[in-house]
């Protein structure tokens, strides 16, 4: 599985970049054919005082892509709110798949 981390509006430091990697490392036990995962890290209303931390993940399996956005106060709760969503993707079309 190849993984793409990006960060817009800011630096993301190591204990971030970790976190993120040690969740999707976990994606493997949910679906065995993950070709690629990014995650995009974003500040929102970065004009204003009030900044939303946004974490999107997408996942590429072959002939399908899952796509989850979610919003928070922090990065870490923000990317394990949309990783929990798109694990239920996963496990959705996996079904429908073994079906």
């Known amino acids: 599985m190849n993984v793409n981390i990006e960060t817009v509006h800011f630096t993301a430091d190591a204990k971030l970049i970790d976190h993120v990697n040690k969740k999707l490392s ?37 002939r ?15 990317f394990d709110s949309a990783l929990d969503s798109v694990v239920n993707q996963l496990k959705k079309q996996k079904e429908k798949q073994a079906a």
Do not use: C, G, M, W
């Not at 036990?29 to 997408?58: G, Q, S, Y």
């Not at 399908?64 to 923000?78: D, I, M």
């Open 26 to 62: 976990k994606l493997t036990t949910f679906h065995d054919r993950i070709i690629r995962t990014d995650v995009f890290l974003k500040l929102d209303n970065v004009a204003h005082n009030i900044k939303d931390k946004i974490a999107e993940i997408r996942i590429y399996v072959p």
């Open 64 to 78: 399908h892509s899952f796509f989850v956005k979610a919003t928070s106060k922090s990065f870490q709760e923000s």
